[in-house]
């Protein structure tokens, strides 16, 4: 599918002028965005995740909207509110930032648990509900989250709920030596997000997001797909594995990013490139593994290395 890999082409080389080194993220962000899903980004501050997000909605031409997330934040700072018109003896729907095509939504665990759960219908269903009326949002629509990993005073965990709606958890990471220097030499005299330009519009966006649904996924990688997930739920170290949300979004995020490969067939590798990411920020360890600090990156890897893969022989 040459079309599908062009545009990704396009929009991931225009958002790495800006975001330098990280290309095998900002693919991924653009994977859950053909896929329709949403993405949490948990990673220290100062790497480049506001930078991220404004450098895709200006490759494709979305409306942007940011919400920094505080204890005192409310649902409808987010959501939006109806207040009444004298004028014509009528309430109106006053929009809050959530009603935006790309939203990032800053140090999202810093926010309470109420604020927090303004999120869960416009992540899963697209609206929002103010006083019984539904709003809709705009389509192509993503909601970028961000957390700092390491500081937890004043913070709010994620509960499952909102953490099984994101589609895949990246980390950004520093950046290395040589890369590092490219980005201060890059702002010298300007920022390169001031110069990022739309190089597809919604229209393409939302035409890719039909076309990979025609990619082929065989019976077999079905199969491999579940058996993934099932094993995360078996696995003895993991209290709580992935639902049936985390198998449906690494089928549709393998058939993107076998498109992006120039392929209309998914092959083992894609659910593989894409497992980690999928799949870790929606298990609950043991109490026991807790105590021995678990990665659940580490047991989904171990789950891969574990499940045969279809089509393979034995050495």
């Keep these: 599918m040459p079309d599908s890999q062009s545009s990704a082409e396009m929009v991931i080389n225009n958002v790495e002028r800006a975001i330098v080194g990280k290309r095998d993220a900002v693919e991924k962000v653009l994977v859950a965005m053909v896929s329709h899903g ?61 009603m935006a095509q790309i939203v990032l939504a800053d140090e999202i665990n810093r926010a309470t648990p109420k604020s927090q759960s303004a999120l869960l219908e416009a992540m899963d269903e697209h609206q929002v509900t103010i006083d019984g009326v539904t709003h809709k949002m705009a389509e192509p629509f993503l909601v970028l989250a961000t957390q700092n990993p390491i500081e937890y005073e004043g913070t709010f965990p994620l509960p499952e709920s909102q953490l099984d709606r994101f589609f895949m958890r990246i980390t950004l990471g520093y950046a290395g030596r040589e890369h590092e220097l490219k980005i201060i030499e890059s702002q010298l005299h300007a920022h390169p997000i001031d110069s990022i330009e739309q190089v597809i ?54 058939q993107v990013m076998a498109s992006f490969r120039s392929r209309d067939y998914v092959v083992p590798d894609d659910v593989k490139a894409l497992a980690g990411d999928v799949l870790a920020h929606r298990l609950i360890v043991s109490p026991a593994a807790r105590i021995r600090n678990l990665d659940t990156r580490d047991t989904v890897g171990e789950i891969l290395d574990s499940m045969p893969v279809p089509g393979a022989t034995a050495a």
Excluded: W
């Design 38 to 98: 949403h993405v949490l980004i948990e990673d220290v501050p100062g790497v480049g995740k506001t930078t991220l997000a404004k450098a895709f909605a200006q490759s494709i031409g979305c409306d942007f909207r940011r919400i920094q997330f505080t204890p005192d934040l409310l649902p409808s700072d987010i959501a939006g509110v109806s207040i009444y018109n004298q004028k014509t003896s009528e309430f109106e729907f006053r929009p809050g930032p959530i």
């Design 201 to 254: 519009d919604v229209v393409d966006l939302i035409q890719l997001q039909e076309e990979i649904k025609n990619v082929y996924v065989d019976q077999r990688v079905h199969e491999y797909i579940v058996d993934i997930v099932r094993s995360t739920r078996e696995h003895s170290d993991i209290y709580l594995g992935a639902s049936t949300r985390a198998s449906l979004a690494l089928f549709r995020g393998s």
